[in-house]
Structures are given as structure tokens and as C-alpha cells.
């Protein structure tokens, strides 16, 4: 099983997950994955539709918003906050490491008005630094 950590209720976070874990996500009362990898950006790594199969299986929404090198758009942010307004539960977020997925949900919480200096140290008690876009949330929220 990934390496899950819990930002707070809402939301946690994890490396790549195998669809063998979305059984255990289930168990743990998770009630949507997203997923916040593009398919093939490593060698091995499970396809996403195949995570989607058995979450869907299993009841859990399951949602694509992958995030590659070239950094994140409004339209994953919009689509990253929609798919945690959907959620009647916990969600869990995953992509390579659980980075992208932090970041993305920080912003998507930010462009709600949520209070950066919170969501930063939401992450921070999760293990991630999200300092480095402090500029883009204090933008997003409206606390510039």
C-alpha cells in the first residue's frame, strides 16, 4: 500500500497507487481518487484506467487531472476543486510522489478563498512544502 498521508478530513495524499490498493482505499472509507499522474511517465507505472475500473468496481468516483512538467492551468484547478465539491467523503489524491497532488488541491482550495498560510500548513503537517507557491495562492485566495 502507497505511502497515504492525511492533510486533513477531506483530502489525502499519496504516491502511485496500484489498483490493488483501491480495495484498501475503499476499506478505509475513501469515496473518490483522483488522479493527478499522467499515464506512461514511468516505466511499469499502472495505468490509469486501470485504477479507474476498480474504483468504479468498488463505488469510488474516480477522477483524471494529471498534471505533467509543464506546471498546473485553470482548468485543473477548477477541475480539481469540482471533483472535491462531488466528494460526499474523504479523497484521496495521488500522482508520483504526492506533490503535484498537494499542490493542486492547495490551489483549487486557495481559488475558493481559503486562507493560504492554513493550507500551507496543512501540507506542511503532511510532509510537503508547499512554500514555493505561496505567490500563486495569496493570488488565488484574493489575499494579495
Given at each position: 500500500?502507497?505511502?497515504?498521508?492525511?492533510?486533513?478530513?477531506?483530502?489525502?495524499?499519496a504516491p502511485q497507487i496500484d489498483p490493488a490498493d483501491v480495495t484498501e482505499l475503499a476499506r478505509q472509507g475513501f469515496v473518490a481518487v483522483i488522479n493527478n499522474r499522467p499515464d506512461d511517465e514511468d516505466a511499469g507505472q499502472p495505468a490509469g484506467e486501470a485504477v479507474?475500473?476498480?474504483?468504479?468496481?468498488?463505488?469510488?468516483?474516480?477522477?483524471?487531472?494529471?498534471?505533467?512538467?509543464?506546471?498546473?492551468?485553470?482548468?485543473?484547478?477548477?477541475?480539481?476543486?469540482?471533483?472535491?465539491?462531488?466528494?460526499?467523503?474523504?479523497?484521496?489524491?495521488?500522482?508520483?510522489?504526492?506533490?503535484?497532488?498537494?499542490?493542486?488541491?492547495?490551489?483549487?482550495?486557495?481559488?475558493?478563498?481559503?486562507?493560504?498560510?492554513?493550507?500551507?500548513?496543512?501540507?506542511?503537517?503532511?510532509?510537503?512544502?508547499?512554500?514555493?507557491?505561496?505567490?500563486?495562492?495569496?493570488?488565488?485566495?484574493?489575499?494579495?
Amino acid at each position: 500500500m502507497a505511502d497515504i498521508r492525511r492533510i486533513n478530513d477531506r483530502i489525502s495524499v499519496a504516491p502511485q497507487i496500484d489498483p490493488a490498493d483501491v480495495t484498501e482505499l475503499a476499506r478505509q472509507g475513501f469515496v473518490a481518487v483522483i488522479n493527478n499522474r499522467p499515464d506512461d511517465e514511468d516505466a511499469g507505472q499502472p495505468a490509469g484506467e486501470a485504477v479507474r475500473a476498480v474504483a468504479e468496481t468498488l463505488g469510488l468516483a474516480y477522477h483524471a487531472i494529471p498534471v505533467t512538467h509543464a506546471g498546473f492551468s485553470a482548468h485543473q484547478v477548477e477541475a480539481m476543486g469540482a471533483a472535491m465539491d462531488a466528494a460526499n467523503g474523504p479523497v484521496l489524491a495521488y500522482c508520483r510522489s504526492g506533490t503535484r497532488s498537494t499542490n493542486l488541491w492547495a490551489l483549487a482550495e486557495a481559488s475558493k478563498g481559503e486562507d493560504p498560510e492554513e493550507l500551507i500548513g496543512q501540507a506542511a503537517g503532511a510532509g510537503y512544502n508547499i512554500g514555493g507557491i505561496r505567490p500563486l495562492l495569496d493570488q488565488l485566495s484574493g489575499k494579495s
